[in-house]
């Protein structure tokens, strides 16, 4: 079983719509979950953390995380053809606060 | 803003060579990764570093080294390069935490081609 796994995708949603990404991780003990974005050729770009049950909004995007289910996901309300990108989750190894596992990423495809 | 440089963004080099790919970060941070990214299999940590002159291995060290230095620097060494570590190589740094780790900063990646 790999640490974290994502839907690779690709995930269609219409411009406006809200794209719903989600993630889920094997080690209980992980305590710092990040999203991230990665346009086509380029390296990824961190967009949100989240530590503590429940939810983080930052603008448009909103990170959920549910520790009890092992489960994190991110919200992209209104969502824009400059969200297209892939959707990479990381989350961090439970004895080493700063070493991170990485989903493979979901591809996300917003059509106008 | 934190800036990571990685000294070349595309690289050929022949089977065998000893290949060598330089990070550089600004921000004076303690943590510094080398990652891969592969098709399918995401991103994969081959090595990392908490100080000067600490390393670690990650995931998939085998047929890599590192080096650091000096705390702003930290290189790849591939020893004998194959056609199998044809791949995209990122460098990352991060702030030191104790909890609640601070995210990553990624350079803008090497894209190397062993032929």
């Known amino acids: 079983q790999k640490e974290v796994e994502q839907n690779s995708g690709p995930l269609s949603v219409p411009e406006g719509a809200i794209a719903s990404l989600n993630c889920t991780y094997s080690d209980r003990g992980s305590q710092s979950f990040f999203w991230y974005r990665q346009y086509s050729g380029k390296s990824p770009e961190l967009i949100m953390s989240?530590?503590?049950?429940g939810d983080k909004e930052d603008g448009r995007f909103t990170a959920q995380l549910n520790k009890a289910s092992q489960y994190v996901s991110l919200l992209i309300r209104d969502s824009q053809p400059s969200d297209s990108a892939t959707y990479l989750c990381?989350?961090?190894?439970?004895?080493?606060?700063?070493?991170?596992?990485f989903g493979s990423g979901t591809k996300l495809n917003v059509k106008p | 803003d934190v800036k990571v440089t990685q000294s070349s963004r595309y690289l050929v080099k022949r089977t065998g060579e000893k290949v060598f790919l330089e990070c550089v970060q600004d921000m004076d941070h303690e943590n510094m990764f080398w990652y891969r990214q592969d098709p399918g299999l995401g991103l994969r940590l081959i090595y990392f570093s908490y100080d000067v002159k600490m390393k670690e291995k990650g995931d998939i060290p085998e047929g890599y080294s590192v080096s650091r230095e000096k705390k702003e620097r930290f290189s790849l060494i591939l020893e004998s390069a194959s056609t199998n570590q044809t791949s995209m190589y990122l460098c990352?740094?991060?702030?030191?935490?104790?909890?609640?780790?601070?995210?990553?900063?990624f350079g803008s990646g090497t894209r190397l081609t062993v032929v």
């Open positions: 990381a989350v961090n190894a439970p004895n080493n606060f700063n070493k991170f596992y």
């Open positions: 989240i530590y503590s049950n």
């Open positions: 990352a740094s991060s702030q030191l935490r104790g909890q609640g780790a601070y995210g990553y900063t």
